[in-house]
Each structure stands twice: as structure tokens, then as C-alpha cells.
């Protein structure tokens, strides 16, 4: 072992408030102590005593030993430092194999519930088993393998209730608590550990550590309160902080997207669907219509009222097509009592006791006529399939026996509720009639008059516990995550990322230390910025005087 002193003089390097200016040199350094280190604007002198281990060869040569690599063990070097310098080779690639399956088990925990959801786009949802069966046939697989029996096996027809989905959510779920139990909550629980130093030594040792001579920690405090610390003093010392949002932006992340899992979860497996088509003027009762969706369904007691379309009508264009349609509900109790009444329209439902209905659908169920002064008669409407999406409904009025073998009628046709088109008993053109105009038309010696077009409304109803919990989940989400990425961005780090100090009164002199999460290089010029606003105590003329005279 031998003792070397080394003198560096460094000749005057342009500044870079994003760069040190220390050069890198080969040296290997044990119990190494920094003696002096002054930096002003012509050079930077640093004197170093350490002690140098023999080399590898030299060491075999006189004991027959193997040296190893030697790097300081105490605190950051201060020399810059290359990653390709030290340690073994097979170090190396131990770490990157840790790290590559960390990563590799990270991509898999996203991806796979990322492509359930993907297939779910691809596979029809809530389909009847003879759609699967004619799209997903077993002569004919899709990919070479895929059949409707791969379907069914594993849920993909109910894709975010199967139990597939279910687990890989678990497990992601797990995941995320994991690592907020072992990474996050140990960073807040040691920022909640912060308090005061007594300890000029301990405060030295911090990131950034300096002295003020005659200095009142009391004006310390003034300026740190000023740059939006919160401050405490108790006694000689003083502890200051701000920025804690930055600790706590990733755990309130995880939350978030926890709250987001259990919201969709509880749509997933605990939610109530159904959809039905009503004719102006009946009823239907809630629970007939709605069906569970997973094992978490629990009915409620409002699925025991009971809805009466009081009115189903429609709004158009000036071209006469259909702009708009509504209906006129009713909510009736078990004992008949109305408790509630809207006109429901789309993308503005009815809301009661934890269900939803919505508008969706429309259809003509009936037609009411009078035939040569006769009836109302109502004529129920069928559709008809016609080239395009157009609705077109049919209906026939028979003329004549209704045992005669060549029974012939009158025929109607509508596509909306503003205009009946009649035909004759050959099946020519007769004319058109409004319901409700009273206006007869005469066809093959009948007088005919078209009383009302009934229509019919298609609801849809559904119960959802897991949206509030989906919505506070995204909100939060928002929120945190907006916190969590300015506390990492360039203009915000000064007000959200997470600085500490602490500072101790000793007798004259202010002992000042300090440390942060963020924008270490950056954090000694903030706290030099700082400190030099503290006012420097001057000693009166009578105090000089005083003391003068009583040595």
C-alpha cells in the first residue's frame, strides 16, 4: 500500500448549468479523503490524498494474491463516471437479464388483458349460440383453428365476464398493489419520518450543505416561507419542506387505475340488461325485462315497477325523414301509483331507483282504420325487409269472404307515422292518407279512413353499479397522473418537486443542509439563490465598546 498526493489545477472551463466540468481519469480510489476543493472563476483546485492498491500483476507477483477492482464506498464519486468502466462483464449481464425480464414480465401483464379487450372488438358480444355456430363453423375455422367451441370453452362471447378476463385483471390488480405495498408507500412513510436536526454534523452530510456566519435562523426561515416552504422551527433548529405531491402522484396513480379495474368488474359480473319493444298504451314490469350479466348481479326492489308508454311520437326533418323520436313514460309502484314521469328521448334517459332506460328503437305495431263507417279496427303492422336501412312496414285489409279461395284485400304500407300509402285489390297505386287527417278515400267501392298510426318504442334498459366507480377512477387517474408528469417537466419542478431542509442556530453561525427528489444538479444553485437573501448580523458600535471595555 502506498500513500500519493495529488495537486490538479484545471484551467477555466464555460459554464454549463447542465454538465459538470470534472475530467474523467483512471483512477481507483480506497478510503479516499477530499481535503480542500475550491472553485472560482479561474480554476478549480483539488487535493487529494488516497491510497493506491497494487495492481493485479504486481500483487501476484509478491504475495501471489488477486486484487479486485476497488471504487469509493461512501457517497457519489466525484469524478464523472463512465458505465462502461467498472465491474465484471458477467455483472453486467446478470443485471440486464433482470432487467430484461422485468420488463418482459411488465409487457405481458398490459398486453395480454390489452388483447382480451382487443378480441372482444373482433368476436360478437351477447350473440345467440346459432351465430357462433354459422360464423365460427367447425368445417371452416377461422385461423386454421379457431371454432365456435374455442368461443364458449373460454368465455369470448361475454368476453369482460368471462373468467379469463376476470383473473388477468385479478392478477394485474395484484401487480399494481404489489408494487404500491413495496416501493411507494416506503417513499411516503420516509417523507413522513422527516423532522428536526440537532446535529450540525448530520445536517453537513446532506446533498447540499452549507454555513452562514453570523446569521439568524429566523430570517432563514422568512426567506424559505417566501419561496413557498412550509417552516418549522423549534428551538435553534429548523426543518422546512414543500412538494410532497410529487411523492404521492404515482401511488395516487395506482389507485386510480385500481378503481378503474373494480368499476369495470362490477359492470362486467354484477350489471342487469335488457331491451324491449312496447306498443303505445301497455305496460311491462322492470324485472321481466332485465337478465344478470355475472355472477355479482343482485336484483333490487325497483325492479318491481312497472312502465307505461303513455305516448310514443316522432320529430322529422323538412325532407320528412326522421329526426327524432320520444316516449311519454309513466313509473308505476306495486300499488299502481305513478312515482315518476318523463319523456324520454335519445341520449336522454329515464333514471329510478338504480336502473337506466334508454331510448333506442322504434317500429309500427298497429294500424287503426274504419271501413265504411265501420270499426275503429286495428290491423297489426309487420315489417318488411327492403334493400338499404330503410323501415318499411305492411299491413292487409281483407275484402270479401274470408273463406272465398281467391281472397283479395286492400293493401297499406308505411315507413313512419306521418303518411299511409293504400292499394287497391289488384294492387295499384289508390293514394296516400295522413292518421288522424278524418280524410276518406274510396277504393273499389269502400270508404276507408285511416284513424291513427300506433307505434311502438324500443327501450333499452340496464343497471350499471360500476359507473361512479369508473368515473371517480378516471377523474383521480386525471388528476395524478397531471401531478405526477409536472412534477417531472422543466417549469414545474420548482413548485412540485420535493426539497428538504434543515438548519441549526449555533451561536452566531447558521448551519444549512438540504436534499431533493428532482433536479438534483439544479437544487445548489436554487438553495445558493436562497441563502444569499439571508441578511448578515452586524455588530453595533455599543456592543463593540462594551466589550472592550470589560476585557
Known amino acids: 500500500m502506498e500513500t ?30 477530499i481535503h480542500y476543493l475550491k472553485h472560482n472563476k479561474r480554476n478549480l483546485s483539488l487535493t487529494i490524498t488516497c491510497k493506491l492498491k497494487a495492481t493485479r500483476q504486481s500483487a501476484e507477483r509478491e504475495k501471489g494474491g488477486v486484487a479486485g477492482n476497488i471504487s469509493a464506498s461512501e457517497g457519489a464519486p466525484l469524478l464523472s ?137 429566523q430570517d432563514l426561515g422568512v426567506i424559505l416561507m417566501g419561496s413557498g416552504y412550509e417552516v418549522f422551527l423549534k428551538g435553534p433548529s429548523l426543518y422546512a419542506f414543500k412538494g410532497l405531491a410529487g411523492r404521492f402522484a404515482p ?16 359492470t362486467a359480473a354484477g350489471s342487469f340488461k335488457g331491451s324491449v319493444t312496447v306498443p303505445q298504451g301497455l305496460n311491462f314490469i322492470v324485472g321481466d325485462v332485465l337478465g344478470p350479466s355475472g355472477f355479482l348481479s343482485f336484483p333490487t326492489e325497483a325492479f318491481n315497477t312497472e312502465v307505461h ?56 305495431s298497429a294500424l287503426q282504420l274504419m271501413k265504411d263507417d265501420e270499426g275503429p279496427f286495428n ?15 305492411g299491413t292487409f285489409l281483407p275484402v270479401g269472404s274470408p273463406d272465398s279461395p281467391d281472397l283479395k284485400g286492400i293493401s297499406m304500407l308505411a315507413r313512419d307515422l306521418q ?28 270508404k276507408i279512413v285511416v284513424v291513427d298510426a300506433i307505434g311502438s318504442t324500443g327501450l333499452d334498459l340496464k343497471t350499471d353499479p360500476g359507473v361512479p366507480v369508473v368515473y371517480a377512477g378516471f377523474g383521480f387517474l386525471m388528476l395524478t397522473t397531471c401531478i405526477s408528469f409536472l412534477s417531472h417537466s422543466q417549469v414545474m419542478f420548482l413548485l412540485l418537486r420535493c426539497c428538504s431542509i434543515w438548519a441549526l442556530q449555533d451561536g452566531t453561525t447558521v448551519v444549512v443542509g438540504g436534499k431533493t427528489n428532482r433536479a438534483k444538479i439544479d437544487f445548489p444553485d436554487d438553495m445558493n439563490h436562497l441563502l444569499d437573501q439571508v441578511p448578515e448580523i452586524v455588530e453595533s458600535s455599543s456592543s463593540r465598546q462594551s466589550n472592550s471595555s470589560s476585557g
Open 379 to 393: 290491423l297489426a303492422m309487420a315489417p318488411l325487409k327492403i334493400n338499404g336501412d330503410k323501415k318499411l312496414y
Open 81 to 217: 463516471e463512465d458505465g462502461n468502466g467498472g465491474g465484471n462483464s458477467a455483472g453486467g449481464g446478470g443485471g440486464k437479464s433482470k432487467l430484461v425480464k422485468k420488463l418482459w414480465r411488465r409487457v405481458l401483464s398490459v398486453l395480454v388483458p390489452s388483447g382480451c379487450s382487443l378480441l372482444r372488438t373482433i368476436i360478437e358480444q351477447g350473440e345467440a349460440p346459432g351465430f357462433y355456430f354459422q360464423k365460427y363453423p367447425e368445417d371452416h375455422p377461422a385461423l386454421g383453428f379457431f371454432t365456435w367451441r374455442w368461443i364458449f370453452a373460454l368465455g369470448f362471447d361475454h368476453m369482460f365476464s368471462c373468467p379469463l378476463f376476470l383473473s388477468l385483471l385479478a392478477l394485474l390488480a395484484a401487480s399494481l398493489m404489489a408494487c404500491t405495498y413495496t416501493t411507494q408507500i416506503p417513499l411516503v412513510k420516509v417523507a413522513r419520518r422527516w423532522s428536526f436536526s440537532h446535529s450540525a454534523e448530520s445536517i453537513s452530510k446532506q446533498e447540499f450543505a452549507e454555513t452562514l456566519p453570523r446569521a439568524s435562523i
Open 309 to 364: 308508454v303513455n305516448r310514443f311520437f316522432m320529430d322529422y326533418y323538412d325532407s320528412g325523414e326522421v329526426r327524432q323520436f320520444h316516449s311519454d313514460l309513466s313509473l308505476l309502484d306495486l300499488e299502481g301509483k305513478e312515482v315518476m314521469r318523463k319523456t324520454i328521448s335519445v341520449n336522454d334517459p329515464l333514471r329510478y331507483g338504480g336502473f337506466t332506460i334508454y331510448q333506442t328503437d322504434w317500429s309500427l
Open 251 to 266: 401511488i395516487g396513480v395506482h389507485l386510480a387505475m385500481l378503481l378503474i379495474m373494480v368499476g369495470g368488474t362490477l
Open 419 to 446: 303518411s299511409i300509402v293504400l292499394y287497391d285489390l289488384e294492387g295499384k297505386f289508390a293514394g296516400i292518407r295522413r292518421p288522424n287527417s278524418k280524410l276518406p278515400i274510396d277504393i273499389d267501392g269502400h
Open 4 to 33: 500519493l498526493a495529488l495537486n490538479l489545477s484545471i484551467p477555466p472551463l464555460k459554464p454549463n448549468p447542465y454538465h459538470t466540468h470534472l475530467p474523467k481519469y483512471p483512477l481507483s480510489l480506497s478510503a479516499s479523503q
